[in-house]
């Protein structure tokens, strides 16, 4: 169920957890602003995410594995939308907020429809892709899951 080996990326994340407590000393308050170098960021590795699942399904020979690479790419695109608040957070009024849902004509009525479709579909990708079974098939990475949760 785990892989306990320990990869070279790694050294990576032992070097970024302690610098990010020493460099949020330093860094201005607003660089955590909405729309701000962070959330960009944040998005840069959403966007990672997304083409990471889209080459895993490229390279599968399963077709139960390309349905759990699609629902990978679903729940990034997912993330990455809610990240965004769904486009509201593009429309950044002048004093700072975003509007109301209600202000986005077709789109403030469709949106929350639509998200819960991709939401249908993606639990319908994972029922396809048996996700249940894959779990007890695939080796997780250990490593690599405490420094996601930490």
């Not at 990576?12 to 960009?40: D, S, T």
Request: proline share 5%.
């Amino acid at each position: 169920m785990f892989d306990k080996r320990f990869y070279p990326h790694l050294w990576l994340l032992i070097i970024y957890i302690p610098f990010v407590f020493i460099v949020k000393e330093f860094l201005p308050q607003n660089a955590a602003r909405e729309n701000g170098p962070i959330e960009n960021f944040q998005l840069v590795l959403l966007a990672v995410g997304i083409y990471l699942c889209w080459q895993g399904m490229k390279k599968t020979r399963g077709s139960m594995d390309k349905y759990i690479w699609q629902a990978g790419m679903l729940f990034y695109i997912l993330v990455f939308g809610r990240e965004l608040s769904w486009g509201r957070a593009l429309l950044m009024q002048s004093d700072g907020t975003m509007p109301k849902w209600r202000e986005l004509g077709i789109w403030g009525d469709i949106a929350h429809p639509l998200i819960g479709l991709l939401i249908a579909l993606l639990l319908f990708l994972f029922w396809r892709g048996r996700f249940f079974r894959f779990l007890k098939t695939v080796k997780i990475p250990m490593w690599d899951l405490i420094f996601l949760v930490l």
